[in-house]
């Protein structure tokens, strides 16, 4: 007898859910930024704000990483009033609103879909660090605590214009102000008829991953563990699914395909990227221990180098430089990467990448400058990681006696033609944006 799969759901799918949301503060102060933007010190700011911040449930405890404390914490909530789940399931128009940003997309379940489906696709590879981080965290939770970033060329279709006629013409359930002048609205979508309307859209499209990448290798993790556990997929099995071994509608009933549960859908927030296209920033890094004048000397021998007078000044040359280039600095001295040595940089590319991958400045860093020149791995332990700003990066490597490496963000046309042919950006290449504010709403998979 054939052992049963995993579900395979029909295309892209958002399922409506009970979320739970604070019933206490102001939710500017209950909620925070996703995990991975929270700095060092940032967990008491939050908590300062409000004891009940939602960072007590993402990153537990003094270490960031006690996972049971997160768990006591939720049903402690859950059981106080703190948190409460919404009566009916919903599917939820979620609306930024701030200087420079609009943007607007629907939080539900997504059906999870392994990436050779060609439903949901990554971009980006992941670290196994962060993935056991986040598995540990959810597998004792039992909860999304936070959505996914995922985008689809919608061309303004129904589900959009759902999304702005609502936006327009209903009284959100939560309407607050973070401190960087974003307005965060959410309403609820429960009407049969406007789910019905939101998936008959979805269903024949392409998800991106824009961010939460380890997140999602978390949610299949997490559901292959599941199915392992009750006998529905076998434990041996990388837990692979396509409509290649799907079953057919004549199988036994031991043999029809697993009917999905809580655990084959996960949190995501679904943007349509033609109607609201995202802001791409960049991710920098800083190699600790590795002073500039040696970064410097030894990138010279295969790249053009040019001193520049302060940060600012860098900043600037490096925004106008054709790709790849890096700017180098330790808060003193700033240097620009330029023109690198063609058949020293042919050579070091893997050929079986595609062209448009090997022009990644990213890939440039890890596959070339990393290993064939500094000497280095481009890993978790070697490289740190600062999204966004360039000032704080050249602070760390001021602190660490190291070294800023500064890039350029990667074009949206770059990320999409990678992924399209299946194919990974290094770790860390992409910061999309405006990413969703965590603890607005969150799911329960027990609540349904």
Same mark, same amino acid.
């Given at each position: 007898?054939?052992?049963?799969?995993?579900?395979?759901?029909?295309?892209?799918?958002?399922?409506? =859910?009970?979320?739970?949301?604070?019933?206490?503060?102001?939710?500017?102060?209950?909620?925070?930024?996703?995990?991975?933007?929270?700095?060092?010190?940032?967990?008491?700011?939050?908590?300062?704000?409000?004891?009940?911040?939602?960072?007590?449930?993402?990153?537990?405890?003094?270490?960031?990483?006690?996972?049971?404390?997160?768990?006591?914490?939720?049903?402690? %909530?859950?059981?106080?009033?703190?948190?409460? &789940?919404?009566? #009916?399931?919903?599917?939820?128009?979620?609306?930024?609103?701030?200087?420079?940003?609009?943007?607007?997309?629907?939080?539900?379940?997504?059906?999870?879909?392994?990436?050779?489906?060609?439903?949901?696709?990554?971009?980006?590879?992941?670290?196994?660090?962060?993935?056991?981080?986040?598995?540990?965290?959810?597998?004792?939770?039992?909860?999304?605590?936070?959505?996914? /970033?995922?985008?689809?060329?919608?061309?303004?279709?129904?589900?959009?214009?759902?999304?702005? @006629?609502?936006? $327009?013409?209903?009284?959100?359930?939560?309407?607050?102000?973070?401190?960087?002048?974003?307005?965060?609205?959410?309403?609820?979508?429960?009407?049969?008829?406007?789910?019905?309307?939101?998936?008959?859209?979805?269903?024949?499209?392409?998800?991106?991953?824009?961010?939460?990448?380890?997140?999602?290798?978390?949610?299949?993790?997490?559901?292959?563990?599941?199915? &392992?556990?009750?006998?529905?997929?076998?434990?041996?099995?990388?837990?692979? *699914?396509?409509?290649?071994?799907? /079953?057919?509608?004549?199988?036994?009933?031991?043999?029809?395909?697993?009917?999905?549960? +809580?655990?084959? =859908?996960?949190?995501?927030?679904?943007?349509?990227?033609?109607?609201?296209? +995202?802001?791409?920033?960049?991710?920098?890094?800083?190699?600790?221990?590795?002073?500039?004048?040696?970064?410097?000397?030894?990138?010279?021998?295969? %790249?053009?180098?040019?001193?520049? #007078?302060?940060?600012?000044?860098?900043?600037?040359?490096?925004?106008?430089?054709?790709? +790849?280039? =890096?700017?180098?600095?330790?808060?003193?001295?700033?240097?620009?990467?330029?023109?690198?040595?063609?058949?020293?940089?042919?050579?070091?590319?893997?050929?079986? @990448?595609?062209?448009? %991958?090997?022009?990644?400045?990213?890939?440039?860093?890890?596959? =070339?400058?990393?290993?064939?020149?500094?000497?280095? @791995?481009?890993?978790?332990?070697?490289?740190?990681?600062?999204?966004?700003?360039? *000032?704080?990066?050249?602070?760390? $490597?001021?602190?660490?006696?190291?070294?800023?490496?500064?890039?350029?963000?990667?074009?949206?046309?770059?990320?999409?033609?990678?992924?399209?042919?299946?194919?990974?950006?290094?770790?860390?290449?992409?910061?999309?944006?405006?990413?969703?504010? #965590?603890?607005?709403?969150?799911?329960?998979?027990?609540?349904?």
């Amino acid at each position: 007898m054939a052992n049963p799969e995993l579900p395979i759901h029909d295309g892209l799918v958002l399922r409506p =859910f009970r979320g739970v949301r604070f019933t206490v503060g102001n939710p500017a102060e209950v909620t925070s930024p996703p995990y991975d933007l929270i700095e060092e010190n940032g967990v008491q700011d939050l908590l300062t704000s409000h004891p009940n911040n939602v960072v007590r449930l993402i990153l537990p405890g003094a270490d960031r990483h006690r996972y049971a404390e997160a768990r006591q914490t939720l049903d402690a %909530w859950l059981s106080s009033g703190v948190l409460a &789940a919404d009566e #009916t399931p919903a599917v939820y128009v979620y609306e930024q609103d701030g200087p420079g940003i609009l943007q607007r997309g629907l939080i539900g379940d997504v059906g999870l879909a392994e990436p050779e489906q060609g439903v949901i696709l990554p971009h980006e590879d992941v670290m196994p660090g962060p993935v056991a981080d986040r598995l540990a965290l959810m597998r004792v939770t039992e909860a999304n605590l936070e959505p996914i /970033f995922l985008l689809y060329e919608g061309a303004g279709g129904t589900a959009t214009r759902l999304v702005d @006629r609502i936006a $327009a013409d209903r009284s959100p359930l939560v309407e607050a102000w973070t401190q960087d002048g974003v307005r965060h609205r959410l309403w609820a979508v429960t009407d049969p008829e406007e789910l019905s309307g939101i998936n008959a859209d979805l269903r024949s499209r392409q998800a991106l991953i824009a961010d939460g990448h380890h997140r999602y290798a978390t949610y299949l993790a997490l559901q292959r563990e599941h199915h &392992a556990a009750s006998g529905s997929a076998p434990s041996s099995s990388a837990g692979t *699914a396509s409509p290649m071994n799907s /079953f057919p509608p004549g199988a036994s009933t031991q043999d029809q395909p697993v009917e999905p549960g +809580p655990w084959d =859908f996960g949190l995501a927030l679904l943007v349509d990227s033609d109607s609201y296209p +995202p802001n791409l920033r960049a991710i920098h890094r800083v190699i600790p221990g590795l002073p500039l004048r040696e970064a410097v000397d030894r990138a010279g021998q295969a %790249w053009k180098v040019r001193r520049h #007078t302060d940060l600012t000044e860098g900043l600037a040359a490096l925004t106008q430089a054709e790709e +790849p280039s =890096f700017l180098l600095s330790d808060g003193d001295d700033t240097y620009l990467l330029t023109d690198p040595d063609p058949v020293r940089l042919g050579s070091a590319m893997p050929e079986h @990448r595609s062209a448009r %991958w090997r022009a990644l400045n990213t890939a440039v860093l890890a596959e =070339f400058v990393l290993p064939g020149l500094w000497g280095l @791995r481009d890993d978790e332990q070697t490289v740190r990681i600062v999204h966004h700003d360039p *000032a704080a990066a050249v602070r760390l $490597a001021r602190v660490s006696g190291g070294t800023a490496v500064l890039l350029n963000p990667l074009t949206v046309d770059d990320v999409l033609a990678v992924a399209a042919q299946a194919e990974r950006v290094p770790r860390k290449s992409t910061s999309f944006g405006p990413k969703p504010r #965590t603890g607005l709403v969150l799911r329960v998979l027990s609540l349904g």
